[in-house]
């Protein structure tokens, strides 16, 4: 799971502060579903880092704010 490394709660609470379904964030990813979005919001699938980029770019967050970093609780080590 890439729960891991992307921190998918913060993924899900940005979009909510965004005011954006999971839908819309399918949509601006260029995905068929709203399911293959969801699928990287809760950890079942692990994104490229070029769809990772493109998230933080919608979101308007950095890059660096949806990873674990070394030290964190969830990150392997």
């Given amino acids: 799971m ?7 709660e913060a993924l899900r609470l940005e ?3 965004k005011k954006k379904t999971l839908r819309d964030m399918a949509s601006m990813l260029g995905f068929k ?6 699928n990287i ?3 079942k699938t692990i994104p ?3 769809t990772m980029i493109c998230i933080s770019n919608i979101l308007d967050k950095p890059l660096e704010y949806f990873f ?3 030290g964190s609780t969830k990150m392997n080590k």
């Fill in 15 to 17: 979009r909510l502060k």
């Fill in 48 to 50: 490229k880092i070029n």
């Fill in 2 to 8: 890439n729960e891991k490394y992307i921190k998918t």
């Fill in 41 to 43: 919001e809760t950890g």
């Fill in 68 to 70: 674990y970093t070394k």
């Fill in 33 to 38: 579903s709203a399911a293959s979005y969801y």
